[in-house]
């Protein structure tokens, strides 16, 4: 070394990266009205199709269904969400921008603090049209909006725990378009093996059993209890509190791994 | 004086395939350094290396005296990178692009902004800055590419193929700005396929092949290797192999261009012009055109690497 210079950025100089990522891409979504405006297409459509369609089948003894679905919904469309993450970042390696940052004294793991955050941004918007879309189809929480505000709360850190996994995922593969397909792998079974859509007891024994350790399940279940006050509390949010540590522990390691990679 | 990039011995290898072989290079502080070499010559995988994207297998690398492996920060805070292909952001406007790479830089952002205008105004975007980097030609991008690599003042710029794919205006104006980098003091490692390019621009010259440099000096040094002079004769295409064969010993190898109907003796002797007249008018092969050149660093290119240059 020829003269002391700090060899490790600060924790300042990482934020006000990230901070810069962040506004990236923040800037880069609202510039695509039309992209935000078909982004809520589909999780309303999952609404009225369960809605009107499916709900009349499906048994949730004395919970209305509409209030035993929200719940649900608002979790898979937040899951749903955390796929940009990875899709995102891929196009980004694709275009070859990420080598341009790459090159740059930043901290390279703030090209994913940014995007990550910036998703939490765009889901804090998906979860209040659905919310509203929810209270027009007759969605009633029995709670306090205390307890609403943090059951999405809730919601907002297993999404941002699922934009990790998407990163993981959306770094590992060649292009855009596999991206996309590989993450509806991972996240199309396991929102509907649990209880989003219908009580997970109705299931078979084996798939019921997948259904209670999956993560979803315990979010919803969570999400469930502090809405509408149906089932418990604390064991669900344990539940959802160590997967959610437990997958940023795994994922954010390996997301920077594969993003040094890429 | 210290040596602005400095590289001993790098290795980089992807599996079987080995992109560098050992190579050893030093660039001057305050000059153009052209390296050129045929496509998939590890010119690329060189710039990867010296602007730590990629760590190389074996052997070290320094720029300014800071090692690419051990010391990136530092590495990166001296650089700039402008690849072959633009790496900028086609949903932001040329003017976000490079405010957002001055606010990378630490800058405040007052000051981000004022050196994303003076890019602008200085490349020529001026009237573009405000639109969508997705409407600008490929010549656009690639200046707002460069324009984006200068944006911190590095001491040190790896420019890697900055002309491929230009038109010539662009490419003239390209080479302009390297001139002014020289003028400025910075230190500018240009990888090229053209010759032409490499012979305009650096001062010195390596020949990257399989990896390696094969043969590195000024341009004068280099094409002092060819020989004193090349003589350049032209025949009927058809006749090309017939003229070759008549002509083959004035020379330890002639360059045959059948296609064109050309052949490339370097010569040392002055008589063997003559001579190479004289040979091929008594075996009835007409001459379409004979001249005598100094040579090129297409000659320096096909003596070295027993291709023919892009």
């Not at chain 1, 695509?32 to 949730?60: C, E, N, S």
């Not at chain 2, 790896?158 to 230190?187: A, C, F, M, S």
């Not at chain 2, 192999?241 to 064109?260: F, G, K, Q, S």
């Amino acid at each position: 070394m020829i003269a002391s210079e700090p060899t490790r950025l600060t924790l300042g100089e990482v934020l006000a990266d990230s901070r810069v990522m962040a506004a990236r891409q923040l800037r880069k979504t609202l510039r695509k009205p039309v992209y935000v405006i078909f982004a809520f297409v589909q999780p309303v459509m999952f609404v009225l199709l369960f809605r009107f369609v499916f709900g009349g089948a499906i048994d949730t003894g004395d919970v209305d269904y509409v209030d035993f679905l929200m719940p649900g919904i608002i979790v898979q469309t937040a899951v749903f969400g955390a796929l940009m993450t990875g899709i995102g970042l891929n196009t980004d390696v694709a275009t070859g921008v990420v080598d341009r940052f790459r090159s740059l004294p930043i901290s390279r793991s703030a090209v994913l603090f940014g995007r990550t955050a910036a998703d939490i941004v765009q889901n804090v918007m998906t979860l209040i049209v659905m919310m509203l879309v929810g209270i027009a189809v007759g969605f009633r929480p029995s709670e306090p909006v205390w307890s609403i505000a943090f059951a999405l709360l809730i919601v907002l850190a297993f999404s941002y725990t699922f934009s990790w996994i998407s990163a993981f995922v959306g770094l590992s593969v060649k292009d855009p378009e596999t991206a996309q397909s590989a993450g509806f792998i991972w996240v199309f079974p396991l929102t509907f093996v649990s209880s989003a859509f219908v009580p997970a007891e109705s299931m078979p024994d084996w798939l019921e059993a997948f259904a209670n350790i999956n993560p979803i399940t315990l979010v919803v279940d969570t999400v469930r209890a502090l809405m509408i006050g149906e089932g418990e509390v604390t064991g669900p949010l344990l539940g959802t509190t160590a997967w959610l540590v437990g997958l940023l522990a795994v994922f954010v390691p390996l997301s920077m791994r594969a993003f040094r990679r890429a | 004086m210290t040596a602005a990039i400095q590289a001993e011995g790098v290795r980089q290898t992807f599996g079987d395939v080995v992109a560098l072989d050992g190579l050893d290079l030093t660039v001057e502080a305050g000059t153009v350094f052209g390296l050129l070499g045929p496509n998939g010559a590890g010119k690329t995988t060189l710039v990867e290396v010296l602007s730590t994207l990629l760590e190389p297998t074996g052997g070290c690398a320094r720029i300014l005296g800071h090692d690419v492996v051990a010391e990136p920060l530092a590495v990166r805070r001296r650089i700039g990178l402008a690849g072959q292909f633009a790496a900028v952001d086609e949903e932001l406007t040329g003017r976000e692009n490079l405010e957002m790479v001055g606010r990378l830089y630490r800058l405040p952002v007052r000051e981000a902004k004022a050196r994303a205008a003076d890019v602008l105004e200085r490349f020529g975007l001026t009237e573009a800055a405000d639109r969508r980097v997705s409407t600008y030609s490929g010549g656009m991008r690639r200046r707002l590419d460069l324009g984006a690599s200068l944006t911190g003042r590095p001491p040190v710029m790896l420019l890697d193929e900055p002309t491929t794919g230009l038109d010539p205006r662009t490419r003239q104006e390209l080479w302009n700005t390297v001139d002014q980098l020289r003028r400025d003091g910075t230190t500018v490692l240009l990888t090229t396929q053209y010759l032409e390019e490499a012979d305009r621009l650096a001062q010195r010259i390596a020949v990257v092949d399989h990896g390696k440099i094969a043969a590195e000096g000024t341009a004068k040094e280099l094409k002092a290797t060819v020989g004193a002079e090349v003589l350049s004769v032209r025949v009927d295409p058809t006749h090309s192999a017939d003229a070759a064969a008549v002509l083959a010993d004035l020379t330890d190898e002639p360059i045959v261009d059948a296609v064109a109907g050309e052949i490339r003796l370097a010569i040392t002797n002055p008589s063997a012009s003559a001579e190479a007249v004289r040979r091929l008018d008594s075996n009835g092969l007409p001459i379409a055109a004979i001249e005598l050149q100094q040579p090129s660093l297409d000659d320096v290119f096909l003596t070295l690497t027993g291709k023919k240059a892009a």
